[in-house]
């Protein structure tokens, strides 16, 4: 049967929510999963619950534990990755320094200071785990549920050519749900087409199956209902000037673009609810307290252990599909190779993709309505600058990928943008080896100060316009007597 790699096996909801439903599926319930992390003792704790998930439902599947990298991807048919690189120490800083330039996150780990920083982090591991996959198992399928992950994923396009990869996400998945409800259809006879990128991907057409009927009439109508549109404000509000609803809610969709977190009657009037729905460091702030809550105490000893239903998570339906050559269509994240025509080629964009034995395959949407297209390329350009950044270890290209952030550009100067990737790169450093030897550059403000002497430079048209607009608005007039 297969082995499954799970790198990352440390993580609190990924890790035992993927392999729930790994047990869960009768294809997949002979596998061996190997659990990896740095981190030994949340790596037996998992392990401990996994077996006892194994042998309470009787089930053939094996499970092992190691905190060497190399040695669970041998002979592994799939690399499941949920890393997250610095903990909620890093991610601390990544949310409280942006936050003193005035940069509100409510979420903070897909673009903005916080994902451009999550990604710098990451990429030496990413680029180790290809290198390391490359020679011992090649033939791999890669999944990444590691944020952000449009960078994670235009990074993997970048450093590897021979390992088939796709990033996963839930967004399609649980905005059906939303969708379904607003227009009383159940979500498996909704016929959509969805692409664009991470987060920011685009319902383009919503049908019902049986009928054929187009089902956008109707959600729009309802979405300029109160009741309707309070649910989901800024997703609501970029749908009524776009036309089109994305896959991403309030507190995330927020983030990328300028008009709903850059000032404080925007926040209060799009940004009000609670939590996830556009609160201030939600995320941030629920990482913390249940590393606190949980500090010391293994919450595994009381999770339940019956195998039920899977989860909306694509993972084991991908594998499932690849097992047993039952196609399965979804929502993947991958490198553009031509699958949308208006974004960069190389670019990671979320398109549709369908999975069998032979492999992953993502499916030509062509050409994105233009508003839509330009509204990913303002987050394309942070992730392709980022992945520069990460790269090459330029921390100059950090600075443009965080100035070229659609909030960040909203709210600070350049100085200011320049000072808080400094103050970024101190607090993160142990994380960040790629940048080691090299610093940001300083570029201090230059005092004008009154009466200076200006050094003289040929007439610009445009003043030389101004000038003559000047001497017209002085130019005194005669005053003609009136005409009878």
């Given at each position: 049967?297969?082995?499954?790699?799970?790198?990352?096996?440390?993580?609190?909801?990924?890790?035992?929510?993927?392999?729930?439903?790994?047990l869960?599926?009768?294809?997949?319930?002979?596998?061996e999963?190997?659990?990896?992390?740095?981190?030994?003792?949340?790596?037996?704790?998992?392990?401990?619950?996994?077996?006892?998930?194994?042998?309470e439902?009787?089930?053939p599947?094996?499970i092992?534990?190691?905190?060497?990298?190399?040695?669970?991807?041998?002979?592994a048919?799939?690399?499941?990755?949920?890393?997250q690189?610095?903990?909620?120490?890093?991610?601390?800083?990544d949310?409280?320094?942006?936050?003193?330039?005035?940069?509100?996150?409510c979420?903070?780990?897909?673009?903005?200071?916080?994902?451009?920083?999550?990604?710098?982090?990451?990429?030496?591991?990413?680029?180790?785990?290809?290198?390391?996959?490359?020679?011992?198992?090649?033939?791999?399928?890669?999944l990444?549920?590691?944020?952000?992950?449009?960078?994670?994923?235009?990074?993997?396009?970048?450093?590897t050519?021979?390992?088939?990869?796709i990033?996963?996400c839930?967004?399609?998945q649980t905005?059906?749900?939303?969708i379904?409800?607003?227009?009383?259809?159940?979500?498996?006879?909704?016929?959509?087409?969805?692409?664009?990128?991470?987060?920011?991907a685009?319902?383009?057409?919503?049908?019902?199956?049986?009928?054929?009927?187009d089902?956008?009439?109707?959600?729009?109508?309802?979405?300029e209902?109160?009741?309707?549109?309070?649910?989901?404000?800024?997703?609501?509000?970029?749908?009524?000037?776009?036309?089109?609803?994305?896959t991403?809610?309030?507190?995330?969709l927020?983030?990328?673009?300028?008009?709903?977190r850059?000032?404080?009657?925007?926040?209060?009037?799009?940004?009000?609810?609670?939590?996830?729905?556009?609160?201030?460091?939600?995320?941030?702030?629920?990482?913390?307290?249940?590393?606190?809550?949980?500090?010391?105490?293994?919450?595994?000893?009381?999770?339940?252990?019956?195998?039920g239903?899977r989860?909306?998570?694509?993972?084991?339906?991908?594998?499932?599909?690849?097992?047993?050559?039952?196609?399965?269509?979804?929502?993947?994240?991958?490198?553009?190779?031509?699958?949308?025509?208006?974004?960069?080629?190389?670019?990671?964009?979320?398109?549709p993709?369908?999975?069998?034995?032979h492999?992953?395959?993502?499916?030509?949407?062509?050409?994105?309505?233009?508003?839509?297209?330009?509204?990913?390329?303002?987050?394309?350009?942070v992730?392709?600058?980022?992945?520069?950044?990460?790269?090459?270890?330029?921390?100059e290209?950090?600075?443009?990928?965080i100035?070229?952030?659609?909030?960040?550009?909203?709210?600070?100067?350049?100085?200011?943008?320049?000072?808080?990737?400094?103050a970024?790169?101190?607090?993160?450093?142990?994380?960040?080896?790629?940048?080691?030897?090299?610093?940001?550059?300083?570029?201090?403000?230059?005092?004008?100060?009154?009466?200076?002497?200006?050094?003289?430079?040929?007439?610009?048209?445009?003043?030389?316009?101004?000038?003559?607009?000047?001497?017209?608005?002085?130019?005194?007039?005669?005053?003609?007597?009136?005409?009878?």
């Amino acid at each position: 049967m297969a082995k499954i790699a799970m790198i990352g096996a440390g993580s609190l909801v990924f890790c035992k929510t993927l392999c729930m439903d790994i047990l869960s599926t009768p294809a997949l319930q002979g596998s061996e999963i190997c659990l990896m992390s740095r981190t030994a003792r949340k790596l037996g704790q998992m392990e401990t619950y996994i077996k006892r998930v194994i042998k309470e439902n009787g089930l053939p599947a094996t499970i092992s534990s190691t905190l060497d990298r190399r040695e669970a991807l041998k002979n592994a048919d799939y690399v499941i990755n949920m890393i997250q690189v610095g903990g909620v120490d890093a991610f601390q800083s990544d949310y409280e320094i942006p936050m003193k330039y005035g940069v509100d996150q409510c979420i903070g780990d897909s673009l903005g200071p916080g994902g451009v920083f999550r990604a710098l982090r990451t990429a030496p591991v990413l680029l180790d785990m290809m290198r390391d996959m490359e020679q011992i198992c090649p033939d791999a399928l890669f999944l990444n549920y590691t944020n952000p992950m449009g960078a994670c994923c235009a990074l993997l396009g970048r450093a590897t050519q021979r390992i088939q990869f796709i990033g996963l996400c839930h967004g399609v998945q649980t905005t059906l749900d939303l969708i379904s409800g607003y227009v009383n259809v159940p979500k498996d006879q909704i016929d959509f087409t969805c692409a664009g990128i991470n987060h920011m991907a685009w319902f383009l057409t919503l049908k019902d199956k049986r009928t054929g009927r187009d089902l956008y009439p109707l959600f729009k109508r309802n979405c300029e209902k109160p009741g309707y549109y309070v649910n989901e404000k800024v997703r609501c509000e970029v749908m009524r000037h776009f036309g089109y609803f994305m896959t991403e809610s309030t507190g995330h969709l927020s983030e990328y673009i300028p008009w709903f977190r850059s000032s404080e009657r925007a926040l209060k009037a799009y940004c009000d609810e609670p939590a996830f729905g556009g609160e201030s460091g939600a995320y941030y702030n629920y990482c913390r307290m249940l590393a606190d809550k949980y500090k010391g105490i293994n919450y595994l000893d009381s999770e339940k252990t019956t195998i039920g239903n899977r989860s909306a998570e694509y993972c084991s339906y991908i594998l499932e599909a690849h097992n047993t050559d039952q196609p399965f269509r979804l929502q993947g994240n991958v490198r553009n190779d031509g699958y949308i025509d208006n974004l960069p080629r190389g670019c990671c964009v979320e398109v549709p993709v369908i999975v069998d034995a032979h492999g992953i395959h993502p499916l030509r949407v062509g050409s994105l309505p233009p508003q839509c297209a330009a509204l990913n390329q303002s987050n394309v350009t942070v992730q392709n600058l980022t992945v520069e950044a990460a790269l090459t270890g330029n921390p100059e290209l950090a600075m443009q990928a965080i100035a070229m952030d659609p909030l960040t550009s909203a709210c600070c100067t350049l100085k200011e943008v320049r000072e808080m990737t400094a103050a970024l790169f101190k607090a993160q450093a142990k994380w960040l080896p790629q940048f080691k030897g090299h610093k940001l550059k300083a570029v201090p403000a230059i005092a004008t100060p009154a009466g200076i002497q200006r050094f003289d430079v040929p007439l610009d048209p445009a003043l030389a316009v101004a000038n003559r607009f000047g001497e017209l608005a002085a130019r005194k007039l005669k005053k003609r007597k009136e005409q009878a």
